[in-house]
């Protein structure tokens, strides 16, 4: 396991660093979380019920906020149905696609952005 030292003296020097750490990684907080829900989609696309395949080919993951301290992903079906599909109707039993694939996922999508941050850390001086 890599172990970091960091050793500050004055004011100056903490502001400094900590201003290298935000502009290393606010670029990339974004494109990690979007990363990481397309690591989730991937499995949703994989294990989402085919009839003509419109379900399947639905599924997106895209930033729906992002700002210099937060971002948010959101991946899921844009067909109407998609719902229906998961979470089943009084008509049909539910297929549920979206909540497994994120409980398989989950790891792995965290430790993307774990590592994309690191990447960038890495970087810092």
Known sequence: MKRFKVEVQGDEDLKDLL??????????LADAVLEAA?????????LAPVDEGDLRQSIVSEISTSTRTRAVAETGPTVEYGISVEYGTHDTPAQPFLRPAADAKQERAVREIVDTLQRALDQVG
């Open 19 to 28: 201003q290298e750490i935000a502009d290393a990684l606010i670029p990339v």
């Open 38 to 46: 397309e690591i989730i989609g991937e499995e949703a696309r994989r």
